[in-house]
């Protein structure tokens, strides 16, 4: 797999995005581990998640 990574989820907005951005959270988590790395959340009323063929 090559960047850039995409990853979706599903559920109550505000929910995941506080367990996202929390002190401790996974995005601080990953940038404590990878200070280069770029991350940005969005919040969707709708998404589309296909199928990887796995």
Same mark, same amino acid.
């Given at each position: ?7 979706? $989820?599903?559920? +109550?907005? *505000? ?10 959270? #996974?995005? &601080?988590?990953?940038?404590? $581990?990878?200070? +280069?790395? *770029? ?10 998640? #296909?199928? &990887?063929?796995?």
């Amino acid at each position: 797999m090559t960047p850039p990574y995409a990853i979706k $989820a599903i559920g +109550e907005k *505000k929910v995941l995005d506080k367990a996202l951005t929390q002190a401790g959270g #996974l995005t &601080s988590r990953l940038k404590l $581990a990878y200070p +280069e790395l *770029k991350i940005t959340i969005t919040q969707e009323d709708n998404i589309e998640m #296909l199928s &990887s063929g796995m």
